[in-house]
């Protein structure tokens, strides 16, 4: 089954004037996500990373209720309303202003998280308000929300984020956009990716002298819609920073012996050589498990393929998930990677 991006529901809100606020302290049954903004708290069955989208939507809520003159949520805020993928559980939460007469970072409550006995504590979020204001044709409303659309979102974190984590977000956009189909390699949301991202290239280079042009232009260069996970995207975006050939994506192999098909995540079939991202919850029952096994061994002993796998934790040292890559090709490769800076910083 393939999987798009979607908007997610957002929790039902409670907001309190200054009065009614005072009223409202040591209730356990409302937890407060900015001045006068109140949600329930979070299902304590749920993942801990569902939790803390439940949180980050209602921040969203609670942030552009107090700024009534916002033009819109942007950056990563506005990915999460339309269920864009992020590279941050609990990311700031940033508004597009006209005027920023104040200080223009906030912080909001730290949440903390409960899964059975264990208690997690909540990175420190702030609201963040810019004066870099998207055009009308820019913003659209998700959940009654204003956000920037896809393509906007997408721009505004090429260049403001660090490039292995805008590429999860850029991957993300184009994805809701183009919404590509594996088997077919036909496009049913509109657009292409050719045309999606010469569109993000052109909207960037309209951006005139903005802070991270160099950056953005290389996020688009390697963007691609048909990465299926937020580790597909970071795993291809280490690919390309230390210099390595671009890989194909979701590459088809056919087995014939067994009349069915199988798809790479990343590959690079000159040297029958693959890549496979492990995901959280990507094995939800032993017959997932058996199933993955026996894809592995038709791919190596009948298709000839190495499949090497990574997983979240490898991703957090990207400097060895790097060397180990490199390790992986022929010397006459190798010796040619050169690191590049405008994606590793």
């Known amino acids: 089954m393939q999987y798009y991006p979607m908007p997610p529901p957002l929790p039902p809100m409670t907001f309190t004037s200054e009065r009614t606020r005072r009223s409202l302290r040591g209730r356990d049954d409302l937890i407060a996500v900015d001045r006068g903004a109140y949600v329930q708290p979070p299902d304590s069955a749920a993942p801990l990373w569902s939790q803390q989208q439940y949180v980050t939507l209602a921040r969203c809520e609670a942030v552009l209720h107090a700024h009534r003159s916002a033009i819109s949520?942007?950056?990563e805020a506005a990915a999460a309303v339309q269920g864009l993928a992020v590279p941050s559980a609990e990311p700031d939460i940033r508004v597009a202003v006209t005027?920023?007469?104040?200080?223009?970072?906030?912080?909001?409550?730290?949440?903390?998280?409960?899964?059975?006995?264990?208690?997690?504590?909540g990175r420190r979020v702030a609201a963040v308000r810019?004066?870099?204001a998207p055009a009308p044709s820019d913003v659209h409303?998700?959940?009654?929300?204003?956000?920037?659309?896809?393509?906007?979102?997408?721009m505004d974190c090429a260049f403001d984020l660090p490039a292995l984590d805008a590429i999860v977000?850029?991957?993300?956009?184009?994805?809701?956009?183009?919404?590509?189909?594996?088997?077919?390699?036909?496009?049913?949301?509109?657009?292409?990716?050719?045309?999606?991202?010469?569109?993000?290239?052109?909207?960037?280079?309209?951006?005139g002298p903005r802070a991270g042009k160099q950056r953005a232009r290389a996020v688009a260069a390697i963007a691609d819609p048909r990465a299926e996970s937020p580790g597909e995207s970071v795993l291809r975006g280490v690919v390309h920073a230390v210099g390595l050939p671009a890989p194909e994506?979701?590459?088809?192999w056919a087995d014939?012996?067994?009349m069915t098909e199988y798809f790479l995540d990343l590959a690079w079939p000159e040297?029958?050589?693959?890549?496979?991202?492990?995901?959280?919850?990507?094995?939800?029952?032993?017959?997932?498990?058996?199933?993955?096994?026996?894809?592995?061994?038709?791919?190596?002993?009948?298709?000839?393929?190495?499949?090497?796998?990574?997983?979240?934790g490898d991703l957090r040292d990207r400097e060895a998930l790097g060397r180990r890559l490199v390790d992986l090709f022929p010397p006459c490769v190798a010796r040619l990677t050169r690191r590049r800076k405008d994606l590793w910083l």
């Open 73 to 75: 949520l942007t950056h």
């Open 99 to 121: 005027h920023n007469h104040s200080r223009s970072r906030r912080l909001l409550p730290q949440q903390t998280y409960a899964q059975g006995t264990r208690r997690h504590s």
């Open 130 to 132: 810019s004066t870099t």
């Open 141 to 154: 409303v998700v959940g009654g929300l204003r956000v920037t659309t896809p393509l906007r979102t997408a």
């Open 169 to 207: 977000v850029v991957d993300s956009a184009l994805r809701a956009v183009c919404r590509p189909d594996r088997f077919t390699g036909h496009y049913g949301g509109g657009l292409s990716a050719d045309t999606a991202i010469d569109t993000l290239k052109t909207m960037i280079e309209r951006q």
């Open 249 to 252: 994506v979701q590459e088809r």
């Open 256 to 258: 014939d012996g067994e």
């Open 271 to 312: 040297y029958r050589l693959a890549l496979e991202f492990d995901g959280y919850g990507k094995y939800r029952s032993a017959e997932d498990l058996r199933n993955e096994k026996h894809r592995e061994m038709r791919l190596r002993n009948t298709g000839g393929w190495r499949v090497h796998r990574v997983e979240w």
